[in-house]
């Protein structure tokens, strides 16, 4: 235990300050900061939509609908593989397979990384709806504080869908970065599927492709997304599939520099 925790400790100091890191903070506040600049250039709207009983719902709803069709995928894509670029850009594969910690540790400790990254982002991007609402009462005297209590509960149980339903996306992904040296081949199998999953997302079988899974979240009340489909079932199997894939292709690998 103590060494998948080392080596754990040993892969988040590589990656901090690294180019990952800064897109996962850039890429979480973004979307957030474009809603807050909106209200506040409209800040004749702010006193009715802070007094409003569903101020957090529709800042919720705004920022989620530009993160989870697009840049939540493209996000994902980019930092899975400016993550495994650190060490193809350092030429340290060859290196970090000469230190004494067995292969598996290795894999386990590098991918809980690029969750843990995941998982950030979404503390990040929750903290910036939250900011949306309160920053402009502390800008505007007549400005109230949001009226609405802040609901928690559909605050938790939307962001575990939509985490879960990144999970799949994140695999791949990782797959594709740490095995093909050239950062482009995942970038653009990564975009041709975030384009595909906007083209399949109201098809009927669009559920076989797991970068639609987001935007079905969002759209799920849309009467074109089918709710019988069971996509938390499809999206923890294609994880596992994916993750167990890439493990088996990682511990047999061949050229380990």
């Given at each position: 235990m103590m060494v998948i925790l080392q080596s754990i400790q040993s892969e988040w100091i590589k990656k901090k300050h690294s180019s990952a890191s800064w897109l996962t903070i850039a890429g979480a506040l973004f979307i957030p900061a474009i809603v807050l600049f909106?209200?506040?250039?409209?800040?004749?709207?702010?006193?009715q939509s802070n007094s409003s009983e569903k101020i957090w719902n529709m800042l919720y709803n705004q920022c989620w609908n530009y993160m989870s069709i697009f840049l939540l995928p493209i996000g994902?894509?980019?930092?899975?593989?400016?993550?495994?670029?650190?060490?193809?850009?350092?030429?340290?594969?060859?290196?970090?397979?000469?230190?004494?910690?067995p292969f598996t540790v290795l894999f386990f400790a590098k991918f809980c990384i690029?969750?843990?990254?995941?998982?950030?982002?979404?503390?990040?991007?929750?903290?910036g709806i939250v900011l949306t609402g309160m920053i402009p009462a502390l800008l505007f005297r007549d400005v109230p504080f949001?009226?609405?209590?802040?609901?928690?509960?559909?605050?938790?149980?939307?962001?575990?869908?939509?985490?879960?339903?990144?999970?799949p996306i994140l695999s791949l992904q990782y797959l594709l970065s740490i095995h093909i040296r050239n950062f482009m081949v995942p970038i653009g199998v990564g975009f041709a599927m975030v384009i595909a999953s906007l083209i399949a997302v109201s098809w009927k079988y669009g559920y076989f492709l797991p970068?639609?899974?987001?935007?079905?979240?969002?759209?799920?009340?849309?009467?074109?997304?089918?709710?019988?489909i069971n996509i938390f079932g499809w999206s923890v199997g294609y994880f596992l599939l994916f993750t167990t894939l890439n493990y088996i292709l990682y511990i047999n690998q061949k050229s380990r520099g």
């Open positions: 909106r209200r506040i250039l409209y800040s004749e709207t702010l006193v994902i894509i980019l930092t899975a593989s400016l993550l495994a670029q650190i060490e193809f850009r350092n030429n340290s594969w060859k290196q970090v397979h000469t230190t004494p910690q690029a969750i843990t990254m995941l998982i950030q982002f979404f503390l990040l991007f929750n903290v949001p009226k609405q209590n802040f609901p928690y509960q559909e605050f938790l149980t939307g962001n575990a869908k939509f985490f879960l339903y990144s999970l970068y639609t899974y987001c935007s079905k979240q969002f759209l799920i009340h849309d009467n074109r997304i089918d709710p019988d």
